[in-house]
């Protein structure tokens, strides 16, 4: 049995709220990080602990804190990215739903290490439950002396306001966040400068996932030693993975770094419903596929990426034998189609005409030259446009193609979908 | 607008280093207030705000929630992306389209039903999942919707 960490107050009852966050202990570890720790050791423990981001690239979070300039006597920002989108992930909505205190436990902590004044929680606006629960909780804390000035006595001062999204997937890559709160079109912009330097307003921001931020508190209370010794070395720590498609038991699971996902699939999901794996979309639909032969791997930022695909944000959809493969790779492009937000060409037209080809060749209508086709649309979108998005459709759709070109060949031959 | 909701959005501006970052959620305040997000109303906002006109109508635009045309008294969001696809969503899309008679993206003539397809809710566990105006709907079937339909429509009647 796994210790959950992340996970632990999620069955009490009544676990949003301040009272049952703080007989569990809440708010102890940003007394002591406030008490015992300065700004810049807080920032060397959690580089010591190896945390890495958790909303997808997997950056080291206390180096992404230390490039923000020390004392530059401007205001530095934090904002908690709460605009979780990536299909087939649903960790952070569980986390603010049923933890919201243990969210703005992390969020001091991270504003007392880089010195920030205040926090925006970009929370995507379809979770109105989510949102309900951290503004509540925002006012309970407010209330309670533990946002606002002087917090906990200790001298330091913060204010969290949560900045709802009105439905727009980009919004969860960091600048184009960043230009939602400003109150402009969420468009990514170039990087340099990166946010740390030049961010929220122009000033220095530092943007962290909500799971990322809920580490916080446990490392402050447990340890660097404790948090590294948690799955992979260079890659450690608790970790949510989100489960769903066909398999027998979908759902949230709070597994160490670095489970397998044979093991994640078999020993806690159940398996796949028909009991017989295709494949794998390993963290949202962002992340390449991975074939049923390959599941014995790591499900951690460096294992998944040696293997061509990656974390992600470990939403784990699970495509078992009954699943057609086109019809997978057409919906996901047609997402990213629908979430491009126009400003780069070859993500805005490429994902629209990637889109166009997969969906005649699911109706039996392709031809052979499609297969070529789409090869050269991945080829024209990839790393050609200013953010990830673009990247991750043309990587998503490349590894469909590459690991079951037979399937998209079966659709040419016959002249229909084999399984619809 | 109504004087209590400027009132909310100023206290709201007060959040930000700028007014302009104050439009989006002002809009999601007068939207629930109002049929529609329509030119007026963008007006007012931006004059509130005190900032162009543009500013408030191109986030208005950009955003999938803020609706520049009216929508129904009940929104149905039904979830179509990978794991609810798989959980036979397109199905239940064309059971709604027929149960409603109208094809997604339109309203039921009453003005009770707008319908529409979306991307990822972020319940994939439960799924298919459909989000219908702030409420979500999940493990959803047939017959799961037909019971809701028949219950949305008694709530008009109360």
Same mark, same amino acid.
């Given at each position: 049995?796994?210790?959950?960490?992340?996970?632990?107050?999620?069955?009490?009852?009544?676990?949003?709220?301040?009272?049952?966050?703080?007989?569990?202990?809440?708010?102890?570890?940003?007394?002591?990080?406030?008490?015992?720790?300065?700004?810049?050791?807080?920032?060397?423990?959690?580089?010591?602990?190896?945390?890495?981001?958790?909303?997808?690239?997997?950056?080291?979070?206390?180096?992404?804190? &230390?490039?923000?300039?020390?004392?530059?006597?401007?205001?530095?920002?934090?904002?908690?990215?709460?605009?979780?989108?990536?299909?087939?992930?649903?960790?952070?909505?569980?986390?603010?739903?049923?933890?919201?205190?243990?969210?703005?436990?992390?969020?001091?902590?991270?504003?007392?290490?880089?010195?920030?004044?205040?926090?925006?929680?970009?929370?995507?606006?379809?979770?109105? !439950?989510?949102?309900?629960?951290?503004?509540?909780?925002?006012?309970?804390?407010?209330?309670?002396?533990?946002?606002?000035?002087?917090?906990?006595?200790?001298? %330091?001062?913060?204010?969290?306001?949560?900045?709802?999204?009105?439905?727009?997937?980009?919004?969860?890559?960091?600048?184009?966040?960043?230009?939602?709160?400003?109150?402009?079109?969420?468009?990514?912009?170039?990087?340099?400068?990166?946010?740390?330097?030049?961010?929220?307003?122009? %000033?220095?921001?530092?943007?962290?996932?909500?799971?990322?931020?809920?580490?916080?508190?446990?490392?402050?209370?447990?340890?660097?030693?404790?948090?590294?010794?948690?799955?992979?070395?260079?890659?450690?720590?608790?970790?949510?993975?989100?489960?769903?498609?066909?398999?027998?038991?979908?759902?949230?699971?709070?597994?160490?770094?670095?489970?397998?996902?044979?093991?994640?699939?078999?020993?806690?999901?159940? &398996?796949?419903?028909?009991?017989?794996?295709?494949?794998?979309?390993? &963290?949202?639909?962002?992340?390449?596929?991975?074939?049923?032969?390959?599941?014995?791997?790591?499900?951690?930022?460096?294992?998944?990426?040696?293997?061509?695909? #990656?974390?992600?944000?470990?939403?784990?959809?699970?495509?078992?034998?009954?699943?057609?493969?086109?019809?997978?790779?057409?919906?996901? #492009?047609?997402?990213?189609?629908?979430? @491009?937000?126009?400003?780069?060409?070859?993500?805005?037209?490429?994902?629209?005409?990637?889109?166009?080809?997969?969906?005649?060749?699911?109706?039996?209508?392709?031809?052979?030259?499609?297969?070529?086709?789409?090869?050269?649309?991945?080829?024209?979108?990839?790393?050609?446009?200013?953010?990830?998005?673009?990247?991750?459709?043309?990587? @998503?759709?490349?590894?469909?193609?590459?690991?079951?070109?037979?399937?998209?060949?079966?659709?040419?031959?016959?002249?229909?979908?084999?399984?619809? | 607008?109504?004087?209590?909701?400027?009132?909310?959005?100023?206290?709201?501006?007060?959040?930000?280093?700028?007014?302009?970052?104050?439009?989006?959620?002002?809009?999601?305040?007068?939207?629930?207030? !109002?049929?529609?997000?329509?030119?007026?109303?963008?007006?007012?906002?931006?004059?509130?705000?005190?900032?162009?006109?543009?500013?408030?109508?191109?986030?208005?635009?950009?955003?999938?929630?803020?609706?520049?045309?009216?929508?129904?008294?009940?929104?149905?969001?039904?979830?179509?992306?990978? @794991?609810?696809?798989?959980?036979?969503?397109?199905?239940?899309?064309?059971?709604?389209?027929?149960?409603?008679?109208? @094809?997604?993206?339109?309203?039921?003539?009453?003005?009770?039903?707008?319908?529409?397809?979306?991307?990822?809710?972020?319940?994939?566990?439960?799924?298919?999942?459909?989000?219908?105006?702030?409420?979500?709907?999940?493990?959803?079937?047939?017959?799961?919707?037909?019971?809701?339909?028949?219950?949305?429509?008694?709530?008009?009647?109360?």
């Amino acid at each position: 049995m796994n210790e959950k960490v992340l996970l632990r107050n999620i069955d009490t009852p009544g676990s949003h709220n301040l009272a049952a966050y703080q007989t569990a202990g809440g708010y102890r570890s940003v007394a002591s990080a406030l008490a015992d720790f300065t700004p810049g050791e807080l920032i060397e423990l959690v580089k010591t602990a190896g945390l890495r981001g958790r909303g997808g690239a997997g950056f080291p979070t206390g180096v992404k804190w &230390g490039f923000v300039p020390r004392d530059s006597g401007k205001p530095v920002y934090l904002c908690c990215n709460a605009d979780e989108a990536e299909p087939g992930t649903f960790k952070d909505r569980a986390l603010m739903e049923n933890d919201p205190h243990m969210v703005i436990e992390g969020i001091l902590i991270a504003a007392y290490a880089i010195g920030a004044t205040t926090t925006y929680v970009y929370i995507r606006g379809e979770y109105t !439950v989510s949102i309900e629960r951290m503004e509540a909780a925002i006012a309970e804390a407010y209330s309670n002396g533990l946002l606002g000035e002087n917090i906990l006595n200790s001298g %330091f001062s913060h204010d969290v306001h949560v900045h709802r999204g009105a439905g727009a997937y980009i919004c969860g890559e960091e600048t184009a966040l960043l230009e939602s709160i400003e109150g402009r079109r969420a468009q990514p912009k170039f990087k340099p400068p990166f946010p740390a330097v030049s961010g929220l307003y122009g %000033f220095p921001t530092v943007i962290n996932n909500v799971e990322t931020l809920s580490c916080l508190p446990h490392i402050v209370e447990r340890g660097a030693d404790w948090f590294n010794s948690i799955g992979p070395e260079r890659s450690p720590g608790p970790k949510l993975y989100c489960v769903s498609g066909l398999v027998r038991k979908p759902g949230l699971y709070e597994l160490p770094m670095g489970t397998s996902l044979r093991e994640l699939l078999d020993e806690h999901a159940g &398996g796949p419903r028909s009991g017989r794996l295709k494949a794998v979309i390993p &963290g949202g639909v962002s992340a390449p596929m991975i074939p049923a032969n390959d599941i014995d791997i790591g499900m951690d930022f460096d294992s998944l990426a040696a293997a061509g695909s #990656m974390l992600g944000s470990a939403g784990v959809i699970v495509l078992d034998d009954t699943a057609c493969i086109v019809r997978v790779a057409l919906r996901i #492009m047609e997402f990213f189609n629908h979430e @491009s937000c126009g400003k780069c060409t070859p993500c805005r037209e490429g994902n629209a005409w990637a889109a166009k080809v997969l969906r005649r060749l699911e109706a039996g209508r392709g031809q052979r030259e499609d297969l070529d086709q789409l090869a050269f649309l991945c080829d024209g979108i990839f790393g050609n446009s200013f953010c990830a998005l673009g990247d991750a459709a043309a990587w @998503s759709l490349g590894a469909a193609l590459k690991h079951f070109r037979d399937e998209f060949e079966r659709h040419i031959n016959d002249g229909k979908c084999p399984y619809h | 607008m109504q004087e209590h909701v400027k009132e909310q959005i100023n206290e709201i501006a007060g959040r930000y280093r700028t007014r302009r970052s104050a439009i989006m959620p002002a809009l999601a305040l007068v939207q629930e207030t !109002v049929d529609s997000l329509h030119g007026d109303i963008l007006m007012e906002v931006a004059n509130l705000l005190d900032v162009p006109e543009i500013w408030v109508f191109e986030v208005a635009t950009f955003y999938e929630m803020f609706h520049t045309e009216p929508v129904g008294k009940f929104h149905i969001q039904l979830c179509t992306n990978v @794991s609810c696809m798989l959980a036979q969503a397109e199905q239940l899309a064309q059971h709604l389209e027929t149960k409603l008679q109208i @094809s997604r993206g339109g309203t039921t003539p009453d003005g009770m039903f707008t319908l529409t397809t979306v991307e990822c809710l972020g319940s994939c566990n439960t799924a298919p999942v459909m989000m219908v105006n702030r409420d979500y709907h999940e493990n959803l079937d047939e017959q799961r919707i037909d019971d809701l339909l028949v219950q949305f429509r008694q709530q008009m009647e109360h």
